[in-house]
Nanobody, 114 residues
Framework: QVQFVESGGGLVQPGESLRLSCTGS????????MVWYRQAPGKQREKVAS????????YYEPFVRGRFTISRDNAKDTLYLQMNSLIPNDTAVYYC???????WGQGTQVTVSS
C-alpha cells in the first residue's frame, strides 16, 4: 500500500524559506510524475508543483512560480519542495502524491505569519 510521509513544515515569517520532504516507501522512485499539493483552511486541495521522473520537466502553478522549486532524488525515494519568499497565502497543509492521487499522507503544516 502506498504511504507518503511529508515533513519539514513549520511556522515562519513572511519572506522566509522552508524545505519540505516527502518519502514514499518505494512509491516515489516508481512514479513518473510526482506532485506537491496543498490545502488551506476552508479551501479545496490544489496542485502546487509537479515533476517528471528525470527531473527535467517541472510545472508550477502561477501562485508559486518563481518562489518554489520542486525536485526529487529517486535513489533516496524522496521528493522535495524548496519554498522561498513565503507569504501568508502559502499557509496550508502540504502533501505529496501521484498525479492521479492515491492514499493521502498526513501532510505537513506550513504557517506563514508575522
Amino acid at each position: 500500500q502506498v504511504q507518503f510521509v511529508e515533513s519539514g513544515g513549520g511556522l515562519v515569517q513572511p519572506g522566509e524559506s522552508l524545505r519540505l520532504s516527502c518519502t514514499g516507501s518505494g512509491s516515489i522512485r516508481s512514479t513518473y510524475f510526482m506532485v506537491w499539493y496543498r490545502q488551506a483552511p476552508g479551501k479545496q486541495r490544489e496542485k502546487v508543483a509537479s515533476i517528471n521522473y528525470v527531473g527535467d520537466v517541472t510545472y508550477y502553478e502561477p501562485f508559486v512560480r518563481g518562489r518554489f522549486t520542486i525536485s526529487r532524488d529517486n535513489a533516496k525515494d524522496t521528493l522535495y519542495l524548496q519554498m522561498n519568499s513565503l507569504i501568508p497565502n502559502d499557509t496550508a497543509v502540504y502533501y505529496c502524491n501521484k498525479d492521479s492521487p492515491v492514499n493521502w499522507g498526513q501532510g505537513t503544516q506550513v504557517t506563514v505569519s508575522s
